[in-house]
């Protein structure tokens, strides 16, 4: 099992920054690979960033590219998502999830924890 709580959402002005952090129980972390996920209203759910277990390999969906950064920091049970050049289409509830090793990261229906999300809001 495996418990995720979101943070750092906010409104910031288009352009502006923000950074995510999730956080994660238990002494297993590392053997998960986690991900970022967001939902606007209306809209399905899509996965925007992931990381593996150790950090070595990262997707990224084309929407973000070159705007943001994914990392995690195994020590502290932390995965964290930078958001730079935020743009209004970015506004969504963001979602972290888990999913166990690193054979299918980048597919989102293999996720099987997630966290309860934290609302970005960027006004252009």
């Known amino acids: 099992q495996v418990q995720l709580a979101e943070s750092g959402g906010g409104v910031v002005q288009a352009g502006g920054s923000l950074r995510l952090s999730c956080a994660a129980s238990g002494r297993t972390f590392r053997s998960y690979a986690m991900g970022w996920f967001r939902q606007a209203p209306g809209k399905e759910r899509e996965l925007v960033a992931a990381i593996s277990t150790y950090g070595t390999n990262t997707y990224y969906a084309d929407s973000v590219k070159g705007r943001f950064t994914i990392s995690r920091d195994n020590a502290k049970n932390t995965v964290y998502l930078q958001m730079n050049s935020l743009e209004a289409e970015d506004t969504a509830v963001y979602y972290c999830?888990?999913?166990?090793?690193?054979?299918?990261?980048?597919?989102?229906?293999?996720?099987?924890?997630w966290g309860q999300g934290t609302q970005v809001t960027v006004s252009s």
């Open positions: 999830g888990a999913t166990f090793g690193n054979m299918n990261y980048a597919l989102p229906s293999t996720y099987d924890y």
